[in-house]
């Protein structure tokens, strides 16, 4: 998709001003995806989308914009995108921070199914260690904590052939509308106790460290084939003529499966040159394991039968 980069002017906000700039260096006029090529992999936690997705804000988002990477494997946020001039001000004044000035970006990948080509893990995937958050944590040099907006962006890959790949489905959605629960990130994400002199030796270790699940926004079929923003602002198609409202989505808080009487309201914007179609109001619309338990999975039995020379 064409654009001036780096001269063209972004909206405000800087989630819509990364959704634009992402959707149209990522996707062609008519909403098709645009095959990239990725540097090799590294070590295990290296990751080249991560670095893609920096590079392509760093390229097309204004200059005076600073683009911010974590820099290192295992360390949350992946990016962070920041006005420095509305960060002095909001930090002089004691103010919350907003998206206009300052905003961390997670990025997922997601794999789609072998067999249907729609996103594996559908119904919730790992978040590793880290749950999603309304906010996320960051330091000052003087080590001063910082909690500033999050969101997540969601990418289905597909192979293009050789090197290179494509999104196929995109998603850039506020931490909010997957949880509020600041409590739990900062529990979880907190310091936390192992359990040291395991074993006969005495040599052993358990980290405890924990594996979130939470929602999938891209296993939503109505996200399919699509480059979606979702916030909770409902005036971003005011501030930038280039998007286009085109749902609203609700999720009620829910406490151990029980309906709590608060809702949630949040806002699906499209780029309006690919999609302006209004939809109905969906309610709830992240797919979710249906007969979840608290029992994990027993790890997998190797099962013989020496009488017999099948496997199973």
């Known amino acids: 998709m064409t654009s001036t980069q780096g001269d063209r002017q972004r909206p405000a906000d800087l989630p819509a001003a990364a959704f634009e700039a992402l959707v149209e260096c990522l996707f062609d006029m008519d909403g098709n995806p645009l095959p990239f090529s990725l540097r090799g ?34 360390v949350s946020p992946d990016i962070v995108l920041a006005r420095p001039e509305e960060y002095q001000i909001l930090s002089r004044g004691g103010k919350d921070f907003d998206t206009r000035s300052i905003v961390a970006i997670e990025v997922k990948k997601v794999s789609p199914d072998k067999k249907t080509g729609r996103p594996a893990r559908a119904s919730g995937m790992d978040y590793n260690s880290t749950p999603p958050c ?42 909010s509308a997957l949880s509020k629960d600041t409590e739990l990130y900062d529990r979880i994400t907190g310091r936390r106790k192992k359990a040291i002199g395991l074993g006969t030796y005495g040599d052993g270790a358990d980290r405890q460290r924990p594996m979130l699940v939470f929602a999938n ?8 084939g699509k480059a979606t923003l979702i916030s909770e602002r409902d005036d971003l198609h005011a501030e930038s003529n280039s998007l286009a409202h085109v749902r609203e989505i609700t999720r009620p808080w829910r406490a151990n499966g029980e309906d709590m009487d608060r809702v949630e309201r949040f806002h699906c914007y499209r780029l309006a040159a690919l999609d302006s179609q209004v939809e109905d109001s969906a309610e709830d619309p992240f797919p979710t394991p249906r ?5 994990t999975a027993q790890r997998g039995r190797f099962k013989i039968d020496l009488n017999s020379d099948q496997i199973f």
């Open 41 to 74: 992999k590294g070590e295990t936690q290296d990751d080249p989308f991560d670095e893609h997705i920096a590079d392509i804000l760093e390229k097309s988002l204004p200059s005076e914009l600073r683009v911010l990477r974590a820099g290192k494997p295992l």
């Open 134 to 175: 309304q906010t996320v944590r960051l330091y000052s040099p003087r080590n001063e904590k910082i909690l500033v907006p999050a969101f997540y962006l969601f990418a289905l890959l597909g192979q293009a052939g050789g090197t290179q790949v494509y999104v196929e489905s995109m998603a850039l959605v506020a931490g």
């Open 217 to 224: 926004p891209l296993g939503w079929p109505w996200m399919h």
């Open 291 to 295: 007969n979840r338990t608290e029992e």
